[in-house]
């Protein structure tokens, strides 16, 4: 399988950031590990209310993760 990676301008590959980090902000950001947990909100996603009013829903990082997993598997089924 051949993969493609397009970088746009003005972006940055993860690996690119990661290595650019200070110590201190690794320090700072490793100080910080313990507080973070999977249950922790990471997203609000909102409804177009084309029943009503829009509603907001937050997402916990462990059920962004989870819904991407499953979404993915559903897609790898799929015969296109």
């Known amino acids: 399988m051949i993969s493609a990676c397009l970088i746009y301008s003005g972006?940055?590959?993860?690996?690119?950031?990661?290595?650019?980090?200070?110590?201190?902000?690794?320090?700072?950001?490793?100080?910080?590990?313990?507080?973070?947990?999977?249950?922790?909100e990471c997203t609000i996603q909102f409804t177009s209310g084309s029943t009503g009013r829009s509603k907001a829903t937050i997402l916990s990082h462990m059920s962004l993760v989870n819904n991407s997993k499953e979404v993915r598997s559903t897609n790898r089924k799929i015969r296109y």
């Open 11 to 40: 972006t940055h590959r993860f690996a690119e950031v990661e290595i650019s980090a200070t110590k201190a902000e690794v320090d700072a950001i490793n100080a910080e590990q313990d507080k973070i947990s999977c249950h922790d």
